[in-house]
């Protein structure tokens, strides 16, 4: 069964970098036919989608997130990672990273992860 875990710093401080990884056990990042995707949901409001990577490593972004964000992976450590740059409070929220076969998440499904708490304040 394919498992997902976010981890990285539950504090940032604002005009600072969010470094997040995904760490994917039971199945590999790199199987066809599916995309490893960035959600997140602020308090109060919906899921928001931010980006994704394929099997392949091509990267996808939503245009709300694209100027400041950057997706990758390591495929040693079966692992995907999000960078999110000038960080401000409106980007605290819940990070959830999850495996789909659509590369755009709009609603929670099978595989995703915990989620991690991140809070941007001084």
């Known amino acids: 069964q394919v498992q997902l875990q976010e981890s990285g710093p539950g504090l940032v401080k604002p005009s600072q970098t969010l470094f997040l990884t995904c760490t994917v056990s039971?199945?590999?990042?790199?199987?066809?036919?599916?995309?490893w995707s960035w959600i997140r949901q602020p308090p109060g409001k919906g899921l928001e989608w931010m980006g994704a990577?394929?099997?392949?490593?091509?990267?996808y972004y939503s245009p709300s997130f694209k100027s400041r964000t950057s997706i990758s992976r390591n495929t040693s450590k079966n692992q995907f990672t999000l960078q999110l740059s000038s960080e401000t409070p409106e980007d605290t929220a819940v990070y959830y990273c999850?495996?789909?076969?659509?590369?755009?998440?709009?609603?929670?499904?099978?595989?995703w992860g915990q989620g991690t708490q991140v809070t941007v304040s001084s």
């Open positions: 039971g199945g590999s990042i790199t199987t066809n036919d599916y995309y």
């Open positions: 999850a495996k789909d076969r659509k590369v755009v998440v709009t609603t929670r499904g099978d595989y």
């Open positions: 990577i394929a099997a392949s490593g091509r990267t």
